[in-house]
């Protein structure tokens, strides 16, 4: 099993939608979890980044992380056209540790 | 502000040929990365260096050698390409390998074709 998968993709949904894009992980000494976005041709930029299990928000985008079920979600309300681009989720376990990548879904969302 | 700066952009090769790829930032962070992002395989950590003069390998370094040459710069050199090295190369700096947040600063990529 990977220590991360992410739902392969791609997603289409019409612009105002609500979009929910998920991860899940194995390793129970992930503490650190992250929401990367990358448009086309372009290399990832952090979107959202979030400690332990809660909810954080950030304008129209909210990370969650339930780490008894060890998955984690970045949910985006009333997408838009803009928001067309691959998401990664990434985690580690804090210090000295390297970031894991999921592999990553390309949302499309349609005008 | 430039941030972290790749060379080439592309770059098109003939197996067993080598090259460098080339990596600046001018954040005055300590850590840097390089990773290569396949389709279906999500990006893969290569080599990193956590400061000025240290290496390490990551998950994928086999076909690769790097050099740190000073804080703001760190290369990645193929030796003898081989197709399987076909791919888009991305260098990341952080300001510490202890950076908890976890956030890194990505190049736009190389994109590298070994025919």
């Known amino acids: 099993q990977k220590e991360v998968e992410q739902d392969p993709g791609p997603l289409s949904v019409p612009e105002g939608a609500i979009v929910s894009l998920n991860c899940t992980y194995s390793n129970s000494a992930f503490q650190y979890f992250m929401w990367y976005r990358q448009y086309s041709r372009k290399g990832p930029e952090l979107l959202m980044y979030?400690?332990?299990?809660g909810n954080k928000e950030d304008g129209r985008f909210t990370a969650q992380v339930d780490k008894s079920s060890k998955y984690i979600s970045l949910f985006i309300r009333d997408s838009q056209p803009s928001d067309s681009a691959t998401y990664l989720c990434a985690m580690n376990a804090g210090a000295n540790s390297k970031l894991t990548f999921g592999k990553g879904i390309t949302l499309s969302v349609r005008p | 502000n430039a941030g972290v700066t790749q060379t080439p952009k592309f770059q098109v090769l003939k197996t067993g040929q080598s090259m460098t790829l080339q990596c600046a930032q001018d954040?005055?962070?300590?850590?840097m990365y390089w990773y290569r992002q396949d389709p279906g395989m999500g990006l893969r950590l290569i080599y990193y260096s956590a400061s000025e003069g240290t290496t390490d390998k990551g998950e994928v370094p086999n076909g690769y050698n790097v050099s740190r040459l000073n804080k703001r710069e760190f290369s990645l050199r193929l030796e003898s390409a081989a197709p399987s090295q076909t791919s888009v190369y991305f260098c990341?700096?952080?300001?510490?390998?202890?950076?908890?947040?976890?956030?890194?600063?990505f190049g736009e990529g190389s994109r590298l074709t070994v025919l």
């Open positions: 954040m005055n962070h300590n850590s």
């Open positions: 979030t400690y332990s299990s």
């Open positions: 990341a700096s952080s300001l510490t390998s202890n950076a908890n947040t976890g956030e890194l600063f």
